[in-house]
C-alpha cells in the first residue's frame, strides 16, 4: 500500500533534540580569500600549518576543513587585519524531529519562518513558504484575509 508522505509526517510521533553548531569553510571562500591575498596553495598551507595537498583537498571540495583549520583561518585573518579571531561560542539549535535524525546534519537550505504558525521550519523547495500542514495553511490564509480587510 501506498502511503503518502503527509499521512507519514501526521503519523510520526514529534520528538526534540538538541544540536550544537558547527562552523563550515567552504572550498571556494578558502580559495576565493587566497587568490585575493596573492597566496600559493603552499604558501596558504604554511600559514595555516596544514599540508599543500590539505589546502588543495578542502578547495576542491573532497575534504573539508577541520575546525581547527577553520580557528587557524580567523586567526591569519586577524592577524592580517581582517575580522576576529576570537572563537565564537559554540551555538545550539532545539529541534523539532518528525524524523529520527543520524548525529550529523548538514543543513544547506536557510530556515523560513512559516505564514501560519509563525515557527522556523527548512523547506524543502525554494518557494514553501509554510509547513505542510492543513492548520499552518488554514492560518496563513486567515491571516491575510485579515490584512486585506484593514
Ligand atoms: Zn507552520
Known amino acids: 500500500m501506498l502511503t503518502?508522505?503527509?499521512q507519514l509526517v501526521r503519523k510520526t510521533p514529534v520528538?526534540?533534540?538538541t544540536f550544537t553548531l558547527q562552523r563550515v569553510l567552504s572550498g571556494k571562500t578558502l580559495k576565493r580569500w587566497r587568490k585575493q591575498h596573492n597566496l600559493t596553495a603552499h604558501a596558504l598551507a604554511i600559514e595555516l600549518g596544514i599540508s599543500r595537498q590539505y589546502v588543495k583537498s578542502i578547495e576542491g571540495g573532497s575534504l573539508e576543513a577541520s575546525q581547527k583549520v577553520i580557528q587557524r583561518f580567523d586567526e591569519l585573518r586577524a592577524r592580517w587585519g581582517e575580522g576576529d579571531a576570537r572563537e565564537p561560542s559554540p551555538q545550539t539549535i532545539?529541534?523539532?524531529c518528525r524524523f529520527e535524525l543520524p548525529n550529523t546534519i548538514e543543513?544547506?537550505?536557510k530556515p523560513q519562518r512559516c505564514k501560519g504558525c509563525k515557527k522556523f521550519f527548512i523547506p524543502i523547495t525554494?518557494?514553501?513558504k509554510m509547513h505542510n500542514s492543513e492548520q499552518c495553511r488554514r492560518?496563513?490564509?486567515r491571516r491575510k484575509d485579515n490584512a486585506k480587510r484593514k
Open 4 to 6: 503518502s508522505q503527509k
Open 94 to 96: 532545539h529541534v523539532v
Open 139 to 141: 492560518t496563513a490564509r
Open 107 to 109: 543543513i544547506l537550505a
Open 15 to 17: 520528538t526534540t533534540a
Open 126 to 128: 525554494p518557494n514553501q
